[in-house]
């Protein structure tokens, strides 16, 4: 299987990327004419999603290494928790993080091409796109609900009378009319000041509520670039968003899609690697049903388990602790990570415990943590003086990334039909007025109308989300405790849906500093961090994880499959020496870095 790709745009990225290529020419080759007989030695910082992806893709690449992972907490899985609780009659499954994965994009196909690996195909359990759940959005405005166009046939209904809607259409004409010349506000704009500039302020309220499901993050703040990384090379290459709309349509209709080069370069790394490993699938156990069951999965809307999204994560511990090459160490919080200047061997020397007092010599270091902490480890040599300027720079970028605390309370009531209507959820955004809203809820999500099969007693099951960004400046002592959470989301049940019964389980779990904030110069630091790592750990130190390229389950897989992917060109020091930040070929002075790929090779079917 092969990819045609838009030469010319190639072209553009290749002579982007020379200029970081070369000065790292001379270090490559010392690398690779180093003494090969003692092997690497990994540490994969974080047993979450992305450091268990990360260990799991070196593991199946058969890397020359040994790995260890560093896990401050005591179990793995990160933010991934999925729990099963009684109820009268059976036991229901609460979701305490996200629930369900997606199998669009590059993020899609990586996951659905490592639940492969593990063998977890007959574990998936799927949403067809014509469900109730896929097609019905709500979006909480003023005092009710109202439904969001799931086709372009009930787009006309909506544009006409939904006060929400009023702005698209002039919004529409006021991009396609007016082509792009500079930025709003410099090159970096929020996603508010880019929606009102390009297409009308009424927008921002709509598009809010969308940001509030994914990032629980304020409009005013997330980056447009960032945030809407296709959109912005739309606006920046094609004069504007909708001029972009339709040049990608045109593209399509030459059976022609236009994506991060990126995501086009990862594809086809799936490709060659799920072609390599064709001869061990065909020897397979049940291939056909397998087989039969990515394909479903890759049809879906959204996707989980039977035993909830913890599965994969469970699955992935399960094959590194079977192997002798892994190691993991849970309960284990490192305190510094130092350059190794002993015995000249350039590699990262990293201390556990409370005070340091144990330390360890790794060849490579995966960081998959909050950037915030990485920052807080990093010091510039082994005796820790005075810290060098790329030492510097490196740490005030990892530390100005910010995050939100996402209060997720679960609820069960034994009532069937308490909901009006059946579908996804809604989402609720900034201008709901604040008597409708003093909780301050995000969105409601439907589990029960979701995904079948994971309860065993019927019911209704919802999940309120609370905070985020509102709850940005709020002293710790006023946060929410669990019992508030409860309250708070009863009352809100209670005020937009009419739900007073009395739930028969419930569980709040604050979520503190869950989601990463991508702010108004993520793009521009993360390119400057890129640069700052390449000049100080050479390769050594690889960064994956929410922090970065995207806050998503599937991002982070992705994360942490492309970091083995550094590694692995890194260890074979043929390929360009990886950081792991594979998005910064879209900041905001880089934007021709999209590509025109042949359709045909996208419509993966997992032959
Ligand atoms: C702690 C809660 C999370 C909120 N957003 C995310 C998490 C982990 C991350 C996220 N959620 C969604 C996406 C889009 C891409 C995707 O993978 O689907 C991302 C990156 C969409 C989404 N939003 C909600 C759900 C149930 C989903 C599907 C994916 C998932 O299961 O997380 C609802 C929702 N999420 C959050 C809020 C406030 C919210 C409101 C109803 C925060």
């Known amino acids: 299987m092969s990819f045609h790709v838009d030469c010319a745009r190639i072209r553009l990225l290749t002579r982007n990327f020379g200029g970081l290529q070369r000065p790292w020419a001379q270090r490559r080759r010392d690398f690779a004419t180093a003494p090969q007989k003692e092997k690497h030695h990994v540490a994969i910082l974080g047993g979450g999603i992305t450091g268990l992806s990360a260990a799991t893709d070196i593991l199946s690449k058969g890397e020359p290494c ?25 036991k229901v499954l609460f979701e305490k993080g996200c629930r369900t994965l997606r199998p669009a994009g590059a993020s899609g196909l990586v996951t659905l091409a490592m639940i492969h690996y593990l ?20 979006v909480y405005y003023p005092d009710r609900l ?9 787009l006309p209904k909506f ?55 994914i990032y629980a993050g304020n409009v005013q703040t997330l980056g447009f670039n960032a945030i809407f990384p296709q959109l912005d090379y739309y606006m920046k290459q094609h004069g504007g968003i909708v001029r972009g709309m339709l040049y990608s349509m045109r593209r399509a209709w030459y059976d022609e899609a236009v994506l991060p080069l990126h995501d086009v370069l990862t594809m086809q790394q799936i490709t060659r690697d799920w072609e390599a490993r064709r001869d061990q699938r065909i020897k397979g156990h049940r291939m056909e049903e397998r087989t039969a069951a990515l394909q479903a999965a890759k049809r879906s809307s959204i996707y989980s388990f039977k035993k ?26 490192v305190s510094s990570i130092h350059v190794d200047g002993t015995h000249g061997c350039g590699g990262l020397l990293v201390k556990t415990g409370a005070n340091g007092e ?12 909050p950037s915030t902490n990485l920052g807080e480890l990093l010091c510039s040599n082994h005796i820790d003086i ?3 300027e790329a030492s510097r720079e490196i740490k005030k970028i990892l530390q100005l990334n910010r995050t939100v605390n996402v209060m997720v309370v679960n609820l069960w009531f034994a009532e069937l039909h308490l909901l009006s209507v059946k579908g996804f959820g809604y989402l609720i955004p900034k201008d709901t007025p604040a008597g409708q809203n003093p909780e301050c809820g995000l969105g409601v999500i439907f589990d029960s109308d979701a995904l079948q099969g994971q309860d065993t007693m019927q019911g209704t099951k919802l999940t309120v989300m609370l905070g985020g960004y509102y709850w940005d400046k709020w002293p710790e002592k006023h946060l929410p405790s669990a019992l508030d959470g409860i309250s708070k989301a009863r009352s809100l049940l209670a005020r937009h849906l009419g739900i007073t019964a009395e739930p028969m389980a419930t569980c709040a779990t604050m979520r503190r500093n869950c989601i990463p904030q991508y702010g108004t110069h993520h793009l521009s630091r993360m390119r400057t961090l890129r640069h700052a790592l390449q000049d100080k750990y050479t390769g050594r130190l690889i960064l994956a994880g929410s922090s970065y390229d995207g806050v998503g389950v599937s991002d982070c897989i992705r994360s942490g499959v492309y970091a083995s992917h550094s590694l692995h060109s890194i260890f074979k020091a043929g390929g360009e020496l990886g950081v792991g930040l594979y998005k910064s070929h ?13 359709q045909k090779h996208l419509r993966w079917n997992f032959p």
């Open 586 to 598: 879209t900041d905001p002075d880089d934007p021709g870095t999209f590509v025109s790929v042949s």
């Open 358 to 369: 144990t330390e360890r010599r790794f060849t490579h270091v995966i960081s998959t943590i």
């Open 66 to 90: 040994r790995i260890t992972i560093l896990e401050s907490q005591a179990r793995l899985g990160g933010w991934i928790t999925s729990e099963f609780v009684d109820v009268p009659g059976g």
């Open 119 to 138: 063998g977890l195909e007959e574990e998936l359990l799927t949403c067809s796109r014509d469900s109730a759940a896929a097609t019905n959005r709500y």
């Open 308 to 333: 909830g999204i913890q599965q994969l994560p469970d699955k992935m511990e399960e094959v590194l602790r079977r192997d002798p090459q892994v190691s993991i160490e849970t309960g284990c919080s």
């Open 386 to 388: 005075d810290m060098d």
């Open 146 to 154: 109202i439904r969001v166009p799931s086709s372009l046939a009930e």
């Open 159 to 213: 544009l006409l009378w939904e006060p929400l809607a009023k702005g698209i259409i002039p919004g529409i004409l006021n991009d396609a009319l007016n082509p792009y010349k500079s930025a709003v506000k410099g090159s970096d704009a929020s996603v508010a000041d880019v929606i009102s500039d390009r297409l009308h302020p009424n927008l921002v309220n709509l598009v809010s509520a969308v940001l509030h499901g």
